[in-house]
Each structure stands twice: as structure tokens, then as C-alpha cells.
């Protein structure tokens, strides 16, 4: 035992030194498993109560109203990213979303003639998608649904795997689910930038983006292109979405204020529309990949090509 508050955390055979602490959550940068995460990680299946009863109803209640006033510019980014899809896989095919929740992202998918099929553990949000005439299976993603569910040519986790309490295990599930060639396109939280440790440390601003128990883990492009590797993916593509952050910088604290918040997001919003709406999707890409450069980017996706062999 030691008292140095140095001292790397260590719990079950995760060790790394702390970030910071939370609601009795520790975030370590974990050696083990090459990214950041919390410790102690919660019990599988108190999440999978979270995920099936309670995020979508008490949770993230206005989720699904958000989604229905950002339905344009969802069905615009979404449509932005199944055209990278489309790029990388060299045609549009089928595609499996994990994690489909309402099912805005699938319902693009289906509309632009990708065989398009859902999984998502709210009943809540599974209702939503499936009224929308979208083939989405209401529960957890196992082995025993990736094998019912068969391969495809896609498989998309959107905001799924910064939840999870094995996101190593999930890979290379979803690895079993692909077509060889396949793509693995993961979008999550882009944490611990360098625009959030100037904002937290420089600037005194809280780290916000520390969220247990919803968010077990916090990537940036690095941990996550690594993780893809030892899954059996070769990362082929990485972009970040417009950084957040930049509002708080320029004197709008949105953090406790929603409000201010859904203000800042429809700024947002607006700069997207105006170059993807205009045809100019080339420039607004180019803006991120600069954002990327300069260490910014609220979300993160990165895309991986399936290894020859499945993974071990
Ligand atoms: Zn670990």
C-alpha cells in the first residue's frame, strides 16, 4: 500500500495515473488498454438496465425533441458521412448500426440504398426508429444477435462506444459481423484535446467532459486508431466534427446553461447547412481536418478496414 497520490490506480489488472475523479469514478490513462477510462468499471448488466429503461426516458429526455428540431442538419451530416462510407467501400451495400437509437442515421441510410438494419437496447428509442419503417432489433449486441444478424459489408457505432464497459470486446464482435473488406465506422466524444486542457487548466474551466457512469471511456484519434489496430482494423480515415469548445472560448459558457447551449449548437448548425447546403461540403471538410490539426473537434470518427483475418 502506498499514500503517494502519484501512485499509478490499479484495479483489476487496469493501472494508469488519474486525470481526474468523479461521483466515485477515477478516469486513469490506462497502460493496459492503451486509452483512457474509469475505474471502478461498472457492472454489465446495471448498464444494460441504464440503456434499456432508463437513457432515453430519464436520462436523455429531450434527446429525441433535439433530434426532431436538428432533423435537417442530421439528415445532412449523416448524409456527409455515408458518402465517406460509400468513398471507402467503393459503393453503397448493407450496413448494420449499433446502437441505432432513434434512428435518424439509419433512416438516411436506407434512403440513399444501403440495405440498412438497427440494433439499439432502448425500447424507448427502438419504438422511435421502428416507426419509421426501419428494421431495428430491440436489444443488446451479443454474439448471439451478431450471429443471427449474419455480415455486412458496414457496421456503425455512433455514440456507443464511449459507454461501454469493454469497447475492446465490442470491436472485434463487430469484426465477426463484417464482410472481409469490411468497414468499421466509429464515432465518439473526442476527449482530453488540446483545447480542453486549455480550457480546464489555462482558463479554470471545469472538465465537463468527464461523465461516468454514462462515459466509461474518453478517446482522442490516437487511442482510438490504436484500438482499432489491435482488434483487427487498419484505420483508413479519421475526422472530427466542429469544436464546441470554440464558444466557450469566445465567452459562451453553454456548460450550465441549456439554453445558451442550443443557441450555440444552432450557430453551428447554420455554418454546417450553409456549406453543405450550398454544395461546398469539400471546404466545411477541410475546416475540420484544420480543427484536427489544431487539437479541437467535439466528436471523432474514425473508420477501419477489417484485417484479412478475424481478429483472435
Ligand atoms: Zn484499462
Same mark, same amino acid.
Given at each position: 500500500?502506498?499514500?503517494?497520490?502519484?501512485?499509478?490506480?490499479?484495479?483489476?489488472?487496469?493501472? #494508469?495515473?488519474?486525470?481526474?475523479?468523479?461521483? #466515485?469514478?477515477?478516469?486513469?490513462?490506462?497502460?493496459?488498454?492503451?486509452?483512457?477510462?474509469?475505474?471502478?468499471?461498472?457492472?454489465?448488466?446495471?448498464?444494460?438496465?441504464?440503456?434499456?429503461?432508463?437513457?432515453?426516458?430519464?436520462?436523455?429526455?429531450?434527446?429525441?425533441?433535439?433530434?426532431?428540431?436538428?432533423?435537417?442538419?442530421?439528415?445532412?451530416?449523416?448524409?456527409?458521412?455515408?458518402?465517406?462510407?460509400?468513398?471507402?467501400? #467503393?459503393?453503397?451495400?448493407?450496413?448494420?448500426?449499433? #446502437?441505432?437509437?432513434?434512428?435518424?442515421?439509419?433512416?438516411?441510410?436506407?434512403?440513399?440504398?444501403?440495405?440498412?438494419?438497427?440494433?439499439?437496447?432502448?425500447?424507448?428509442?427502438?419504438?422511435?426508429?421502428?416507426?419509421?419503417?426501419?428494421?431495428?432489433?430491440?436489444?443488446?449486441?451479443?454474439?448471439?444477435?451478431?450471429?443471427?444478424?449474419?455480415?455486412?459489408?458496414?457496421?456503425?457505432?455512433?455514440?456507443?462506444?464511449?459507454?461501454?464497459?469493454?469497447?475492446?470486446?465490442?470491436?472485434?464482435?463487430?469484426?465477426?459481423?463484417?464482410?472481409?473488406?469490411?468497414?468499421?465506422?466509429?464515432?465518439?466524444?473526442?476527449?482530453?484535446?488540446?483545447?480542453?486542457?486549455?480550457?480546464?487548466?489555462?482558463?479554470?474551466?471545469?472538465?465537463?467532459?468527464?461523465?461516468?457512469?454514462?462515459?466509461?471511456?474518453?478517446?482522442?484519434?490516437?487511442?482510438?486508431?490504436?484500438?482499432?489496430?489491435?482488434?483487427?482494423?487498419?484505420?483508413?480515415?479519421?475526422?472530427?466534427?466542429?469544436?464546441?469548445?470554440?464558444?466557450?472560448?469566445?465567452g459562451k459558457n453553454y456548460l450550465d446553461d441549456p439554453a445558451l447551449g442550443r443557441e450555440c449548437h444552432a450557430m453551428r448548425k447554420a455554418l454546417e447547412l450553409a456549406l453543405l447546403g450550398s454544395g461546398n461540403s469539400r471546404l466545411l471538410e477541410a475546416l475540420h481536418e484544420g480543427f484536427a490539426r489544431a487539437g479541437m473537434g467535439r466528436t471523432l470518427l474514425v473508420v477501419?478496414?477489417?484485417?484479412?483475418?478475424?481478429?483472435?
Amino acid at each position: 500500500m502506498t499514500n503517494d497520490p502519484d501512485a499509478p490506480r490499479r484495479w483489476n489488472g487496469h493501472h #494508469g495515473p488519474v486525470l481526474h475523479s468523479r461521483d #466515485g469514478f477515477d478516469v486513469i490513462d490506462c497502460a493496459a488498454c492503451g486509452f483512457r477510462h474509469v475505474v471502478p468499471i461498472p457492472d454489465e448488466d446495471a448498464l444494460r438496465d441504464i440503456y434499456k429503461h432508463d437513457y432515453h426516458v430519464k436520462d436523455k429526455p429531450l434527446m429525441l425533441q433535439h433530434q426532431l428540431e436538428d432533423r435537417e442538419w442530421l439528415e445532412a451530416t449523416g448524409d456527409a458521412r455515408l458518402a465517406v462510407l460509400e468513398r471507402l467501400l #467503393g459503393r453503397v451495400g448493407s450496413l448494420l448500426d449499433v #446502437g441505432a437509437g432513434n434512428g435518424f442515421f439509419l433512416a438516411r441510410a436506407k434512403a440513399l440504398g444501403w440495405a440498412a438494419r438497427g440494433v439499439e437496447p432502448s425500447d424507448k428509442a427502438a419504438a422511435h426508429a421502428r416507426s419509421l419503417g426501419l428494421a431495428v432489433d430491440c436489444e443488446t449486441f451479443g454474439p448471439a444477435c451478431a450471429a443471427r444478424l449474419g455480415r455486412f459489408d458496414v457496421v456503425h457505432l455512433g455514440e456507443v462506444l464511449e459507454h461501454l464497459p469493454d469497447p475492446a470486446g465490442m470491436l472485434r464482435l463487430c469484426g465477426t459481423a463484417l464482410n472481409p473488406g469490411g468497414l468499421l465506422a466509429v464515432s465518439v466524444p473526442n476527449d482530453y484535446t488540446a483545447v480542453q486542457r486549455v480550457l480546464h487548466q489555462d482558463l479554470g474551466v471545469r472538465p465537463w467532459w468527464v461523465a461516468p457512469p454514462h462515459h466509461l471511456n474518453y478517446f482522442d484519434r490516437d487511442s482510438l486508431e490504436g484500438l482499432f489496430r489491435r482488434t483487427g482494423f487498419a484505420p483508413c480515415h479519421a475526422a472530427v466534427s466542429f469544436p464546441m469548445e470554440l464558444f466557450l472560448l469566445m465567452g459562451k459558457n453553454y456548460l450550465d446553461d441549456p439554453a445558451l447551449g442550443r443557441e450555440c449548437h444552432a450557430m453551428r448548425k447554420a455554418l454546417e447547412l450553409a456549406l453543405l447546403g450550398s454544395g461546398n461540403s469539400r471546404l466545411l471538410e477541410a475546416l475540420h481536418e484544420g480543427f484536427a490539426r489544431a487539437g479541437m473537434g467535439r466528436t471523432l470518427l474514425v473508420v477501419g478496414r477489417k484485417q484479412q483475418q478475424d481478429a483472435p
